[in-house]
Each structure stands twice: as C-alpha cells, then as structure tokens.
C-alpha cells in the first residue's frame, strides 16, 4: 500500500479499504475461472453469484472490523439504519457484471467510506488489468503508484466523450462521442481523473454505489463531478441515486453545463 500524507482521514481505515478491495478483486479472478450462474434482476441488470460472494467478502472485511459504520451495497438489502452512521461504506462488488459474464476485462470492484455525506476514501480494482486505483480526502488520487492528472480545457470541440447515445446527443458534434455502455461508470469516472478520457456523463438516475468510488478518484486528482444540474453529489440518504452525472477537468466542466442549459 503507497503511503499518502493523510490530514483529514485515518490510514488505518484507508489501508483495510485497499486491502479488501484488493482480496475481492482476487476473488473475483478466481470465480471468473468457474461457470457461476447468472441470473436477471428485476431492474433488467445481471447478477451473479460471484457478485454475492464478492459482495459478502467485502462485507466481513470491512464491515465486522468497523461495526458502528453503516452499510450500503447493490447486491445487499437496505438497512435503514445507515441514516443514523456518521461514516457508511458504500460498495459495488462488480460493476460491469455483463462485462464479468462475457469473461472481458471492462469490470471492477469499488468501495467508497462515505462520512455527512460525502467520500473521505475510495478504492477501484480493475483485476484482469491489475488496475488499482485510490483517494483520500485531501491527499490525491493513484493509479497504482502514480498520482492521477485529469485532462482539460476551454471548450468542448475533439473533447472524448464517455457515455451512453443520449449523452453524446445532448453535448452535440463538436465533441468526439463513444457510445460506451460496456464500461461501468466506476471506471468511466477512473478514465477522467486519470487523463484517459476529457468527459464521463450520464443522464437519469445512478445508484450511489455506481459514483461514490469515482466521485472521491475525480475530485482528488483535481477534475469535477457533479450531477446532471450541475450540483455536487450527497450520498447515504433515504434514496439511494443521484440526478446523472457529470465529471469533468473543472474547466470542460463548465462548459459542458453552459451547453446543457442551452437543451
């Protein structure tokens, strides 16, 4: 684990982060070698059952160390009890399930310690790429040993854009948009805090454990992320999604919103 100068957040709850995010990312390997069966959500979503066992690892790594934080999972029920913690983990044990059943490399895992509202730490693994990517409040974000720098800009004309059909409608043809519903929206967020990308967007509703790992990787290697009508994201309430989602380097950024009130 890189040691980082943390002024605002424990390391001892960032290294138990990193370290189960990364035995989860093992395990998932390891399962990925097996036929495990899928199964359709309600929502239209895949699960697995690679997604529980990843899933209750995380949960007995993270959650019985620290018992007076709350919990909050896709692949877990929802324990209302998380609205009384000042801390929660909020977590997607594979984002990118599609991804994990095609046997491709597009899925991760990804971890976020929410505290009032908003990430203080953040873990995503990338395990077929042995991509590992963290932040903490106030300390920067890494790609493995390397500290993140986002792209930016003036305006929005050759700007790679990551999102769905009606993103790249939305921001018209100056930008360079890539239909990408393949790549989960943890790693569309990693792609824009580390330069790999200009713009990660998505319109409707997101899950919070789809955004509170990348929302801390975006904001700490200095881009921005904000929902759709351009106001930053608060996790851990009563509803657990957010109004879309846009990242971008903080000047891009703005321009992107002066484009949206134009629709």
Same mark, same amino acid.
């Given at each position: 684990? @890189? ?12 290294? *138990?982060?990193? /370290?189960? &995010?990364?035995?989860?990312?093992? !395990? ?7 036929? %495990? ?14 997604? @529980?066992? &990843?899933?209750?690892? *995380?949960? =007995?790594? !993270? ?8 919990? *909050? /999972? ?8 998380? !609205?009384?913690?000042?801390? #929660?983990?909020? #977590? =997607? ?7 994990? %059943?095609?046997?491709?490399? $597009? ?9 009032? $509202? ?18 903490? +409040? ?32 939305? !921001? $018209? ?6 239909? &990408? ?33 990348? =929302?801390?990787? #975006?904001?700490?290697?200095?881009? +921005? ?39």
């Amino acid at each position: 684990m @890189l040691a980082v100068d943390l002024p605002q957040t424990p390391q001892d709850d960032l290294d *138990l982060l990193c /370290s189960a &995010v990364k035995e989860a990312g093992a !395990l998932g390997l390891e399962l990925l070698q097996k036929n %495990v069966r899928n199964w359709p959500k309600s929502d239209g979503s895949v699960v697995t059952e690679a997604d @529980l066992a &990843v899933n209750e690892l *995380l949960h =007995d790594l !993270l959650q019985k160390p620290r018992p007076h934080y709350g919990w *909050l /999972s896709e692949e877990s029920p929802d324990d209302p009890r998380r !609205l009384a913690c000042e801390r #929660v983990w909020i #977590v =997607d044990p594979i984002d990118g399930t599609w991804s994990f %059943v095609a046997k491709t490399d $597009g899925w991760c895992i990804g971890a976020a310690l929410i505290e009032n $509202g908003r990430p203080i730490l953040s873990a995503l693994y990338r395990p077929m790429k042995d991509q590992f990517y963290f932040a903490a +409040k106030g300390a920067g974000a890494w790609l493995n040993h390397t500290r993140m720098v986002p792209r930016d800009g003036e305006n929005l004309k050759g700007a790679e854009l990551l999102g769905t059909g009606k993103s790249v409608k939305a !921001l $018209g043809p100056d930008v360079m948009g890539k239909d &990408v519903p393949q790549i989960p929206l943890l790693l569309r967020l990693a792609y824009v805090a580390s330069g790999q990308a200009d713009i990660a967007m998505s319109i409707g509703n997101k899950n919070d454990w789809d955004l509170a790992a990348g =929302d801390l990787l #975006v904001q700490e290697a200095g881009a +921005k992320l904000t929902n759709i009508a351009g106001q930053p994201m608060i996790y851990n309430g009563p509803q657990t999604w957010q109004n879309g989602m846009v990242a971008a380097g903080p000047v891009r950024h703005h321009a992107v919103m002066k484009r949206l009130e134009t629709l």
